[in-house]
């Protein structure tokens, strides 16, 4: 077996320069405020979660105050966008956008979506925005080491289960995706709204990717250009699928990575930094990519994965059947997907040599950790 690559065997990845000190104490104070008067709110802070994610910070909290003359206890999330020296992944945090999506989708669907509680908008409190939300208890498939490793409860379950989760998760985006009159309810997660320009809703996505690609390699620390990231864009940039159908919610980041599960069913929708208004595929599209990327390191490493699990054949047939849409075809969809997760790797390692814990690499590819999965795509379509 090949050994792992450094940077992924070490991925305990640092987020933030915030003081945590700081934090509980200004929580606090802003909680006295926010809650009804007498509330007398203690906050006891916790280890945040390093195994998934990596463009937020997470604050895991506990809340004590006084409810109706008792004091209660409530475990929370804070959400915090990142500050500008701690180099963002993403070239903007519309926090007030994810907080609203959460709210409607947890509204207007019985996807588990965690309860969105307050908001603070102004970064006053704690120097750049965030959120709080309801704490659910759930499992995670691991991101480091990928769940495709083994050694992890997801690897270790039955093909049954697994398959339970795999059409458990895909419910979740026919579920989102059924939501009525998307383009309305949720306006301002068009990329249109953020200034990006296009005559359809992929269009206008494709050009918010290149917006980010070019922040990757421009904003300061940032990555050498990419000469894959380039290619896959000027094709999905001349190969725009036709876009007949009503756009719908678009989780985003539709990983299974992304949520929390109990019995092998999903029990929490996390992170919504990447909602848009888009097509159906870029969700499915994107569920059955990531899977790919975790399968094709183990792979490399001489590892044998999960071969059978995600299948893209078999997820399209499921969504099929659960929402009665047949998706179009994915392959413009996957390759969009990969040029996306090059940019996260851009960003990420960028950070990672911010904060001393690589040496900043000479082929700004090497840290895709799915460059021969993105070799692959771009070969297929003549890229």
Not at 146 to 175: C, H, K, M
Not at 265 to 283: C, F, H, K, Y
Not at 319 to 344: F, K, M, N, P, R
Request: charged content about 25%.
């Amino acid at each position: 077996m090949s050994e792992l690559p450094a940077e992924m065997a070490e991925m305990t990845l640092q987020r933030s320069s915030r003081d945590q000190g700081a934090v509980h104490d200004r929580l606090e104070e802003w909680l006295a405020g926010v809650l009804p008067a007498g509330a007398e709110p203690v906050v006891t802070l916790h280890a945040g979660v390093d195994s998934n994610g990596m463009s937020s910070e997470t604050v895991v909290l506990d809340l004590t105050h006084t409810v109706d003359g008792e004091r209660v206890t409530e475990e929370l999330i804070a959400r915090v966008a990142p500050a500008p020296e701690d180099l963002p992944v993403f070239q903007e945090y519309r926090l007030g956008d994810q907080y609203d999506a959460m709210r409607l989708a947890s509204e207007l669907t019985d996807v588990p979506v965690p309860t969105v509680r307050w908001m603070e908008p102004t970064g006053e409190v704690l120097g750049t925005p965030f959120f709080l939300m309801d704490r659910i208890a759930g499992v995670v498939p691991p991101d480091v080491l990928p769940y495709t490793f083994g050694d992890n409860w997801l690897f270790d379950a039955s093909p049954e289960e697994q398959a339970r989760l795999q059409r458990a998760s895909i419910e979740v985006l026919a579920r989102l995706h059924a939501i009525p009159d998307a383009a309305t309810t949720f306006a301002f997660l068009d990329p249109a709204e953020a200034g990006y320009d296009g005559a359809t809703p992929l269009a206008r996505n494709i050009a918010k990717t290149r917006a980010w690609y070019d922040y990757a390699v421009n904003a300061p620390e940032g990555s050498p250009r990419s000469p894959l990231v380039e290619r896959g864009l000027a094709w999905l940039e001349a190969n725009l699928p036709d876009e007949s159908a009503d756009p719908v919610l678009v989780w985003g980041d539709a990983r299974i990575g992304n949520a929390m599960y109990d019995d092998f069913r999903p029990v929490a929708v996390l992170d919504w930094e990447m909602a848009t208004l888009g097509t159906r595929e870029m969700d499915l599209a994107w569920m059955v990519f990531a899977h790919r990327v975790f399968q094709e390191i183990a792979t490399m490493l001489g590892l044998p994965g999960m071969p059978d699990f995600l299948d893209e054949d078999a997820a399209r047939a499921t969504y099929a059947e659960i929402s009665g849409v047949e998706v179009g075809d994915l392959t413009w969809h996957q390759l969009h997907a990969a040029v996306l997760w090059a940019c996260v790797f851009m960003r990420t390692s960028a950070r990672q040599v911010h904060f001393g814990e690589i040496e900043r690499p000479e082929d700004p590819e090497s840290v895709f950790h799915h460059r021969p999965l993105f070799e692959r795509l771009l070969e297929e379509v003549g890229a």
